[in-house]
Nanobody, 123 residues
Framework: QVQLVESGGGLVQPGGSLRLSCAAS????????MGWYRQAPGKQRELVAAKIRGSSTNYADFVKGRFTISRDYAKNTVYLQMDSLKPEDTAVYYC?????????????????WGQGTQVTVSA
């Protein structure tokens, strides 16, 4: 069984910074991609940033230059450094991983999600 555990959300003033962490654990064979999505009230979940195995990195236009995604491959962990935060960044942030897990009947590839962590940007 695979789990994604997030940490690092909270309340911050506009212009401030937060760092989110997400660790994947369990019967993992390999991780193809890890990243972050967010969902604000009344809106659809949207991609924030993702790091694909290798070196490919994707950022949403609305966070380019402000957010930085990084991975610790040895620890199966992904981080999201968020700087110059704006009120419109307020949302629940979800960790996502596309990975291959080990199973009794063989390996399988699928998407996993964390439980979500609240980020609130307000004065």
């Amino acid at each position: 069984q695979v789990q994604l555990v997030e940490s690092g959300g909270g309340l911050v003033q506009p212009g401030g910074s937060l760092r989110l962490s997400c660790a994947a654990s369990g019967s993992i064979f390999s991780i193809n991609a890890m990243g972050w999505y967010r969902q604000a009230p009344g809106k659809q979940r949207e991609l924030v940033a993702a790091k694909i195995r290798g070196s490919s990195t994707n950022y949403a236009d609305f966070v380019k230059g402000r957010f930085t995604i990084s991975r610790d491959y040895a620890k199966n962990t992904v981080y999201l450094q968020m700087d110059s935060l704006k009120p419109e960044d307020t949302a629940v942030y979800y960790c996502h991983a596309n990975l291959i897990s080990l199973g009794a009947l063989g390996n399988s590839r699928r998407d996993y999600w964390g439980q979500g962590t609240q980020v609130t940007v307000s004065a």
